[in-house]
């Protein structure tokens, strides 16, 4: 992980020349020449790496080289940031760490002369020998099993009315079947005679087109006798050209993955309108859009089913022979284990065929796959991992798709916690008009692309809520990651042999138990460079010794981790950016501002029968820790700033109503998030005037309000008067227990950048709610969750640009009305729990998309109510 080294130290010395919370000042001139000397090293890395080349272990060492260095290089400038922000340090200090730094650049310098002597020979290399792509994947062909409906859905695509040429994109990750499938229909009889000349071309990241164009023109070129190895490209490209030209063609481009490559190839094919196919396979999103030109032409391959999975497994293990009942069900279980994924199956089958086909092998096998073991040649995952690693990731991907390994096997990874932990740990790449949110949004939304991440849930606006890695890919990246001293991810514990984190940057602690055994303990410790200790298992609700020692934490996530007091090591931590931890309400210390490089602050205190309704507030110095730029503190307010301000404050999360005051939003004028969050007490008397301020927040996106227990008799929340009292630049609303008349909606209706509203328990009250065609011109999700309305009612159609809809728990309401029926852009409508005539009414709404020949709508029911008493 050379480069997340290089991009984290430059970040680190850029910050230091800048910083005005040092007590003295840095040699300036010395941070210079080694900014320029480390990036450098990020300009080798971006234009050399990922590389292939004859004498790859020169290439790795050199990568190691660089990272160590780089990292020794880090841990002497932040001691000697720890040093000066923790002790009152004089002359003597600077005269040190100008010392240490002079040491540090004489030693670079050789590494620098090594390095540019080391990729010189790369591009040598490169420039001379083409390098034909290793990449191949074990035949699937002892039998086609599963995907039956995809097989015949792309010849559908082949073969369909359209008579111009159409591109046809196979996509998905690495081993799920793609080539396999691709095959099948290209070896199908009937595509045999209904395409005059097909060709088949495989193709590589780093691709030479003429051995493309040579590969091509043997298949579509009936001549053998001809020799063209003295033609140019050009003539070449002409030659395919010509022998396509007029005749009906399909072409196979295999693993495609840069748009370069279509860029070379796309002039090859005549449009003659009839009726030829180009089929492609990719993992890639983005090349398969740009190369089919609409998404009805691209093909997702999904996973195998558990049925299928067996199904697989038992044909490459028995050959058709019979199988015990006792393999047969830890063999279901193996399968399942494999997540659908054909390539490990195989892997996985090809062990078992020939091993001894016993209970106790076979057992051991399945418990190999669900634990935490990287090493297991046993059951085939070190040949599955060098097929998947074949991914020529770019650097800016590699360190974010490394990350994905430090969280639990199968773990739901919410995103936003995902890329506050990535923003944190300092190896995403700064770009110019985009904050590092931003950056890391892009980063994850190329690792779906890659079909290296999975999709679980979709944000109510644009974006992914939570994600995950298949099995797999997840025992790539703990190896890669442990491998390059990335993370040491600590889950269990074999006697006697305690885990060796010394010299990892990051440490996973998956099972929080663990630290109360003595070796593993005292292993972890011995991590004095840590950067990040992340306790992502189970909540463990009782005391645990837990070692914070690190003078280099910057991420510390111990929220699973129960704590009865806030504990004092945290405020030695002065180089930390992100801390999450469980502890009593009010426990926050003001010297908490120690903390002055803290961005991301997240507390969670322990719950409570009762609430006191009292306010708890943050201390007052917390105005003083100017890089916050996340506070989510559950039912703390933040005090009254006294002229005070967090510039870089971008989300403000589960405090409660006290915080909405003039004087705390003047003091953060860049918040985007605001979600406030309110236990109602015994003693509340008057609605709070939550929203009268919210226009000083210039550029809030989303706010949220939530009342607690809600009573339908009392007003928490004053009414809204008008749409002004509401920033334009609202684009996400939810809103639940307000209890607002529905006519108040017309104020919300109005607001022009609202793509989502979100109403849940009685945030609006009444029977009736009336909406107009000019209502909400730009909203695209709508929830509507436990409220007691019974006539939804449209004036005309509505909501033209709606895309999901989910109705929850509304057990008065009669029907979803007609106007939503003809929304062309819908492709989602969810009825949870609601009566049969709502389920009726959604079902209406399907038939309409369908008339509407809308392909990506969907409808879900899950539903309590006696089917029989729903139309089917």
């Not at 090809?350 to 935490?372: F, N, P």
């Not at 890089?627 to 039912?635: A, C, N, P, T, V």
């Not at 009566?835 to 020949?853: F, G, N, T, Y």
């Amino acid at each position: 992980m050379a480069y997340a080294a290089v991009v984290s130290l430059l970040q680190i010395l850029e910050q230091v020349l800048i910083s005005d919370q040092l007590p003295i000042r840095y040699p300036k001139s010395q941070i210079e020449f080694l900014i320029r000397k480390i990036h450098f090293f990020q300009d080798i890395l971006e234009r050399n790496f990922p590389a292939q080349s004859s004498d790859q272990s020169a290439v790795n060492d050199l990568e190691a080289q660089i990272r160590d260095a780089i990292h020794k290089a880090e841990d002497i400038i932040e001691s000697h940031m720890s040093k000066f922000l923790t002790s009152e340090s004089g002359s003597s200090s600077c005269e040190i760490f100008s010392r240490d730094l002079e040491n540090l650049l004489q030693e670079l310098d050789s590494l620098v002369e090594m390095a540019a002597n080391t990729t010189g020979h790369l591009t040598e290399i490169s420039g001379l020998t083409p390098i034909a792509s290793s990449r191949s994947a074990p035949s699937l062909g002892r039998k086609f099993v599963g995907l039956k409906d995809d097989f015949l859905q792309l010849k559908d695509q082949l073969i369909g009315e359209s008579s111009r040429i159409k591109v046809v994109a196979v996509v998905g990750m690495a081993g799920i079947g793609k080539t396999t499938l691709v095959k099948q229909v290209y070896d199908d009889p009937s595509i045999g005679q209904i395409f005059h000349y097909r060709a088949w071309a495989i193709m590589a990241p780093n691709y030479s087109k003429r051995d493309i164009l040579l590969a091509l023109l043997r298949s579509v070129d009936r001549d053998d006798s001809k020799f063209y190895g003295e033609a140019t490209d050009g003539q070449l490209t002409e030659t395919i050209y010509k022998n396509l030209k007029g005749r009906r063609y399909l072409i196979v481009l295999d693993d495609l993955c840069v748009f370069r490559a279509w860029d070379d190839l796309k002039t090859l094919f005549p449009d003659d309108g009839n009726g030829s196919r180009v089929m492609l396979t990719t993992r890639l999103r983005n090349v398969a859009l740009y190369a089919a030109g609409s998404t009805r032409n691209i093909h997702y391959i999904r996973f195998l089913s558990k049925d299928e999975s067996w199904e697989l497994l038992r044909d490459i293990v028995f050959a058709g022979k019979s199988c015990s009942y006792e393999l047969e069900k830890i063999g279901k279980e193996i399968a399942e284990n494999c997540q659908g994924l054909p390539l490990t199956i195989v892997f996985i089958g090809d062990i078992l065929s020939r091993a001894a086909k016993s209970v106790e092998y076979w057992r051991k096998v399945a418990d190999s796959q669900t634990s935490y073991a990287t090493d297991g040649d046993d059951i085939g995952l070190s040949s599955v991992m060098q097929f998947l690693n074949d991914e020529h990731l770019p650097q800016h991907l590699k360190a974010c798709f490394l990350y994905m390994g430090a969280f639990p096997l199968s773990y739901e990874i919410p995103v936003s916690k995902l890329i506050k932990l990535w923003v944190s740990e300092g190896f995403l790449k700064p770009m110019r008009s985009k904050t590092l949110e931003k950056v890391a949004e892009e980063c994850l939304e190329e690792l779906v692309d890659r079909s290296l991440v999975l999709v679980h849930d979709s944000r109510s606006t644009s974006g992914i809520k939570t994600c995950s890695v298949h099995s797999a890919v997840w025992h790539l990246c703990v190896s890669a990651a442990e491998k390059d001293k990335f993370f040491l991810a600590i889950n269990r514990y074999r006697n006697g042999n305690p885990p060796q984190s010394n010299g990892r940057r990051r440490l996973c602690i998956r099972k929080n138990i663990l630290f109360a055994i003595k070796d593993v303990y005292n292993s972890v410790v011995s991590a004095s460079t840590a950067r990040s200790l992340l306790c992502i298992g189970p909540d463990h609700s009782h005391p645990l010794r837990v070692c914070i020692g690190f003078t280099f934490l910057r991420v510390l996530d111990v929220l699973t981790i129960r704590f009865y007091k806030f504990p004092d090591g945290i405020l030695e931590l002065v180089l930390l950016r992100y801390l999450a931890l469980t502890c009593k309400a009010g426990d926050l210390p003001a010297k908490v501002s120690k903390l002055c490089n803290l961005q991301f602050l997240i507390v969670r205190r322990h719950m409570s029968i009762k609430s006191s309704g009292d306010p708890s507030y943050l201390p007052f110095e917390i105005w003083n820790m100017k890089q916050l730029r996340h506070i989510q503190f559950m039912g703390g307010d933040l005090p009254d700033p006294c002229g005070a301000s967090l510039p870089y404050l971008l989300s403000l999360s589960n405090v409660s109503g006290h915080s909405c005051s003039k004087q705390v939003f003047k003091a953060t004028p860049n918040l985007m998030k605001l979600g406030i969050r309110i236990e109602l007490a015994e003693d509340t008397a008057t609605p709070l005037c939550l929203l009268d301020h919210l226009t000083l927040l210039s550029q809030l996106e989303s706010f949220k309000c939530v009342i607690v227990n809600p009573t339908r008799e009392f007003q928490v929340v004053a009414r809204p008067d008008s749409v002004s009292i509401f920033p334009s630049t609202l684009k996400k609303i939810t809103l639940s227990g307000c209890g607002f008349p529905w006519e108040d909606m017309k104020i919300l209706a109005q607001l022009p950048n609202l793509e989502a509203l979100k109403l849940g328990c009685y945030a609006f009250q009444g029977p009736e709610w009336e909406l107009d065609e000019e209502d909400f011109i730009r909203l695209k999700f709508l929830l509507l969750e436990d409220m007691d309305i019974a006539n939804w009612r449209a004036n005309g159609q509505i909501l033209h640009r709606l895309e999901r809809l989910v109705v929850r728990h509304c057990y008065n309401l009669q029907e979803i009305p007609y106007g939503i029926d003809y929304i062309t852009t819908l492709q989602l409508v969810e009825v949870v729990d609601c009566s049969p005539s709502v389920v009726d009414s959604a079902m209406r709404i399907k038939e309409m998309q369908e008339d509407l020949s809308n392909d990506d709508f969907k409808f879900l029911k899950v539903c309590s109510w006696d089917e029989k008493t729903t139309k089917n």
